[in-house]
């Protein structure tokens, strides 16, 4: 069984993502799994949101409405289509005295990475996709969310060409530039 600091130091991004991706009954388990995420007073302040087939081509319409730039309309609508999954990142912030906003943001932040390290471990590629049309009210409004609702972003999702599994060195960490003491 892999540790977890296995998982993490196993752990890539893939960027070229191919069919199949985890049906709904293989990721449910792992979505369900997010109750161990650290959260102050339980608030859940997160959902996800599965896009598969057409879904993805109205998240890729919205980057284009927003972008504004009709002659890369059909390559922004493709950047949607790069995996066989898309899960948009929600924040669902809750009315709360002791839990402020950034606090609830970080806990969805941690369901999308928690959620990565699973689907990785499991055997699924994943990559975590921002981009500056992310907030947009175009896309917005095509997640359907609500009025206080906001993207953190997408986790692409599917299966890594086996070209694409191997390995690629990490930039080691200057752990004095991130690790220091009072």
Not at 3 to 9: D, Y
Not at 25 to 36: F, G, I, R
Not at 70 to 76: S, V, Y
Not at 124 to 135: D, M, N
């Given at each position: 069984?892999t540790?977890?600091?296995?998982?993490?130091?196993l752990?890539?991004?893939?960027?070229?993502?191919v069919?199949?991706?985890p049906?709904p009954?293989?990721?449910?388990?792992?979505?369900?799994?997010?109750?161990?995420v650290?959260?102050?007073?339980?608030?859940?302040?997160?959902?996800?949101?599965?896009?598969?087939?057409?879904?993805?081509t109205?998240?890729?319409?919205?980057?284009?409405?927003?972008?504004?730039?009709?002659?890369?309309?059909?390559?922004?609508?493709k950047?949607?289509?790069?995996?066989?999954?898309?899960?948009?990142?929600?924040?669902?912030?809750?009315?709360?005295?002791?839990v402020?906003?950034?606090?609830?943001?970080?806990?969805?932040?941690?369901?999308?990475?928690?959620?990565?390290?699973?689907?990785?471990?499991?055997g699924?590629?994943?990559?975590?996709?921002?981009?500056?049309?992310?907030?947009?009210a175009?896309?917005?409004?095509?997640?359907?969310?609500?009025e206080?609702e906001?993207?953190?972003?997408?986790?692409?999702?599917?299966?890594?060409?086996?070209?694409?599994?191997?390995?690629?060195?990490?930039?080691?960490?200057?752990?004095?530039?991130?690790?220091?003491?009072?």
């Open positions: 069984m540790t977890a600091l296995e998982a993490l130091e752990r890539r991004s893939h960027s070229k993502l069919d199949p991706a049906s009954e293989q990721l449910a388990p792992l979505v369900a799994a997010m109750t161990s650290a959260d102050h007073s339980g608030l859940r302040p997160w959902r996800l949101i599965e896009m598969r087939g057409d879904a993805r109205i998240l890729g319409e919205a980057l284009a409405d927003a972008a504004e730039k009709p002659d890369k309309r059909e390559k922004l609508i950047k949607a289509e790069r995996a066989p999954l898309v899960l948009a990142v929600v924040v669902s912030p809750r009315k709360s005295d002791k402020p906003l950034w606090e609830q943001e970080a806990v969805a932040s941690g369901v999308a990475h928690l959620l990565s390290l699973l689907l990785d471990e499991a699924w590629g994943v990559i975590w996709r921002t981009g500056s049309h992310t907030r947009s175009a896309v917005h409004r095509a997640h359907q969310l609500g206080h906001y993207l953190l972003g997408w986790l692409y999702i599917g299966s890594v060409p086996d070209q694409d599994r191997r390995a690629k060195p990490r930039k080691p960490l200057d752990l004095p530039k991130h690790l220091s003491a009072l």
